[in-house]
């Protein structure tokens, strides 16, 4: 199969749907591979846009959907990230190559067997600034806090408070939030006096599990 060419032919599609806008991001979806983060059975509908299953009832998300997250984040060069549901490990490498190597990503994910798939995906590429923490990312990361960037990629039944606590002033958290069906996508902006929210369409993503999450 020549995943070359469904690439290209996936990144122009993610294009004329309107989703993909920054160059950077066209950048990191040729150097981060996504059939190197599926399955391998699954590898030949790596570069079609739709979720894969990766196992433990998990997916790798969409890749349009993933790209309108990226572009909602804003990332720049060397931001701290953090991310909520490692999966594959796909985003969190995405988001590496973003911030560069003066930047970083931490990301957390509660199923083991995940994380390390996801570890495996990450060392193949030689990605050396992504740390996996396996616990429950509802409560967010306080111990690496504060972050510029928090992404979040499990539907959430409201915004868990700390989040907003661990995000810089100026910060950014891309979440979607509702019910286990349909939620919308937040991009929320951290204020000296409050917070900036926006509602960037509907989606449907696995639910995020513990204390803060669905129960
Ligand atoms: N970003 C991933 C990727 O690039 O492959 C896709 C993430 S998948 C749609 C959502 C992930 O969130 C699942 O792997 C799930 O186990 C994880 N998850 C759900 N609740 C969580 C929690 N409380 N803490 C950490 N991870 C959680």
Partial sequence: MDFEAEKEKLIKYIKSIGYLKSKEIEDALRKIPRHLFV???????????????????????????VVAMTEALEVKKGQK????????????????????????VYTIEVIEELAEFAKRNIKNLGI?????????????????????????????????????????????LVIPVGNLYLQKMYVIKKLKDGIEKKDIGNFMFVPLIGKYGFK
């Fill in 39 to 65: 399955p391998k059975h699954l590898r030949y509908l790596a570069y079609r846009d739709t979720p894969l299953s990766i196992g433990y009832n998990q997916t790798i998300s969409q890749p349009s959907t």
């Fill in 81 to 104: 990230i953090l991310e909520i549901g490692t999966g594959s490990g796909w985003q969190s490498s995405i988001l590496s190559y973003l911030v560069g190597k003066n930047g970083f």
């Fill in 128 to 172: 050396k600034n992504i740390k996996i923490f396996i616990k429950d990312g509802s409560l967010g990361l306080k111990e690496k806090a504060p972050f510029d960037r928090i992404i979040v990629t499990a539907a959430a039944p409201d915004v868990p408070k700390p989040y907003l606590k661990q995000l810089k002033l100026g910060g950014i």
